[in-house]
């Protein structure tokens, strides 16, 4: 049950580029990880895990911070340790067989305080992201680093579960808190944007 609220958070993480997008200013994924800790309710902690990333954000020429593209997540590779507790997570809470709006998570509309073009630090972020066949609005940080190849971006945001329609997780007495934090780490190279 504490893995299927982490991998809702998770899920944190996919989204759809728009077609009018054209830019040479394109961020594809090469590799990546996300991370969701969830905090239990009795105390202590888990982290479900995957590198099951993908996508592009793509600058939009008209306004610098704002990113076209997607980031979208498998949410059935979330693993936390626990067989018992990963299939709890993505077939009861998560209920990753019901089709792509439940088993992927996808972070779209990102809007930086900061444009990225050549730019080095931290810098607050909002975005929209979707899980379990529900879209909401999600603020956070996120450190980019340039690098020979493109870019290093660290994000990471908190994520309140019942935004989503995610059933408590709870087993024996325990359960995951209604809160988790989600860091999605990946390097990103430089390439054509959508056209």
Avoid at 25 to 30: G, I, L, T
Avoid at 44 to 59: M, P, V
Avoid at 115 to 129: I, Q
Avoid at 144 to 152: E, S
Wanted: glycine fraction near 10%; proline fraction near 6%; charged fraction near 20%.
């Amino acid at each position: 049950m504490r893995g299927i609220v982490s991998a809702v958070l998770v899920a944190a993480l996919a989204v759809a580029v728009p077609a009018a997008v054209q830019s040479s200013d394109a961020w594809n994924v090469a590799t990546g990880a996300v991370t969701v800790h969830c905090p239990l309710t009795v105390g202590g902690s888990f982290d479900a895990k995957t590198s099951r990333i993908e996508g592009q954000l793509t600058a939009t020429p008209t306004s610098p911070t704002s990113l076209g593209g997607q980031l979208a997540v498998d949410l059935s590779t979330l693993d936390t340790g626990i067989d018992m507790r990963n299939t709890h997570m993505r077939e009861r809470y998560l209920e990753v067989e019901k089709g792509p709006g439940f088993a992927k998570a996808v972070l779209s509309t990102v809007t930086l305080d900061r444009s990225p073009v050549a730019f080095s630090g931290t810098t607050k972020f909002t975005a929209e992201l979707a899980v379990h066949g529900v879209s909401k609005a999600v603020t956070g940080e996120a450190r980019l680093q340039p690098t020979a190849a493109g870019t290093r971006v660290e994000a990471t945001f908190p994520v309140h579960l019942p935004d989503y329609l995610i059933e408590k997780p709870r087993y024996l007495g325990m359960g995951v808190k209604d809160d988790v934090q989600v860091k999605v780490t990946f390097d990103a190279t430089r390439g054509p944007g959508v056209r």
